[in-house]
């Protein structure tokens, strides 16, 4: 996957003015990075834009014309995306993980949302090495229904990213999800007690109960990776169910004494 072409910001990109932040949190994952900024730039066309990573490496970036937070240390996912949403500049904020390549024009995005005012979020149709649709790119809310379906071989979620239409949806990856920057500080940003997995479905779940629209944009496609940023399958796991067990006492055991 390693491209040919040279990245080459521009100063009329960055910064104030930025239609579009695009912030991504690294953490060893830097031999996918140059390929990730290649893709932005090469599908931005005249859209103004800026580029922020995150670096929860111990090992310092530095990225011509990119502003770069090196925080030295793996915070979580969530409260790196946090850090560098503090400083965008964009109405429109992307999360992208560092192994990504954007395929489509990101005016398509930015045009999207200007057709409905309660557009809170969008996601994009991911897709992998083999140009296969990704699993779990968006979906159905996670509850007690919807994990016994999915135990079943009946996934819910599976109509939504196999759609080839634009649909409304409960939740999407957060390894390429746009939300605008107002909608983002109303609800908080992302939950910095998931350290990672389940902080997207948080989020989304917080924007739609204010009301706003969570899409699948399978229109505009994202290939992923899936670099292997743990080489701990156990503490992958770990992660994971804590974090799962964190969302259900946070959104349907709140209430229960």
């Given at each position: 996957?390693?491209?040919?072409?040279?990245?080459?910001?521009?100063?009329?990109?960055?910064?104030?003015?930025?239609?579009?932040?695009?912030i991504?949190v690294?953490?060893?994952?830097?031999?996918?990075?140059?390929?990730?900024?290649?893709?932005?730039?090469?599908?931005?066309?005249?859209?103004?834009?800026?580029?922020?990573?995150?670096?929860?490496?111990?090992?310092?970036?530095?990225?011509?014309?990119?502003?770069?937070?090196?925080?030295?240390?793996?915070?979580?996912?969530?409260?790196g995306?946090?850090?560098?949403?503090?400083i965008a500049?964009?109405?429109?904020?992307?999360?992208?993980?560092?192994?990504?390549e954007?395929?489509?024009?990101?005016?398509?995005?930015?045009?999207?949302?200007?057709?409905?005012n309660?557009?809170?979020?969008?996601?994009?149709?991911?897709?992998?090495?083999?140009?296969?649709?990704?699993?779990?790119?968006?979906?159905?809310?996670?509850?007690?229904?919807?994990?016994?379906?999915?135990?079943?071989?009946?996934?819910?979620?599976?109509?939504?990213?196999?759609?080839?239409?634009?649909?409304?949806?409960?939740?999407?990856?957060?390894?390429?999800?746009?939300?605008?920057?107002?909608?983002?500080?109303?609800?908080?940003?992302?939950?910095?007690?998931?350290?990672?997995?389940?902080?997207?479905?948080?989020?989304?779940?917080?924007?739609r109960?204010?009301?706003?629209?969570?899409?699948?944009?399978?229109?505009?496609?994202?290939?992923?990776?899936?670099?292997?940023?743990?080489?701990?399958?156990?503490?992958?796991?770990?992660?994971?169910?804590?974090?799962?067990?964190?969302?259900?006492?946070?959104?349907?055991?709140?209430?229960?004494?």
């Open positions: 996957m390693e491209s040919n072409y040279l990245y080459a910001p521009t100063k009329q990109n960055f910064g104030a003015g930025a239609r579009i932040s695009f991504i690294n953490y060893k994952s830097y031999r996918f990075l140059k390929n990730c900024l290649n893709s932005i730039h090469k599908n931005s066309g005249d859209i103004s834009y800026e580029i922020i990573i995150v670096n929860n490496d111990d090992v310092a970036l530095d990225f011509p014309g990119i502003e770069t937070v090196n925080l030295k240390k793996n915070i979580g996912f969530g409260a995306c946090n850090a560098g949403a503090k500049q964009g109405e429109i904020l992307c999360f992208l993980n560092p192994d990504t954007i395929l489509d024009n990101i005016k398509k995005i930015i045009n999207y949302f200007g057709t409905d309660n557009m809170g979020v969008i996601g994009p149709k991911l897709i992998t090495r083999k140009n296969e649709t990704q699993h779990w790119c968006a979906g159905a809310e996670t509850n007690l229904w919807n994990i016994l379906r999915n135990n079943l071989g009946f996934p819910k979620s599976k109509e939504i990213w196999n759609s080839q239409k634009i649909v409304k949806c409960d939740w999407v990856s957060g390894a390429a999800l746009f939300i605008k920057k107002n909608i983002f500080n109303e609800v908080h940003g992302f939950d910095e007690n998931f350290f990672m997995y389940y902080e997207d479905e948080d989020l989304c779940k917080r924007v109960e204010k009301g706003y629209k969570i899409i699948y944009f399978p229109e505009f496609t994202v290939r992923h990776l899936c670099g292997k940023s743990f080489n701990s399958r156990i503490k992958q796991k770990k992660y994971f169910y804590a974090s799962k067990t964190y969302y259900f006492k946070k959104h349907f055991w709140k209430n229960k004494a």
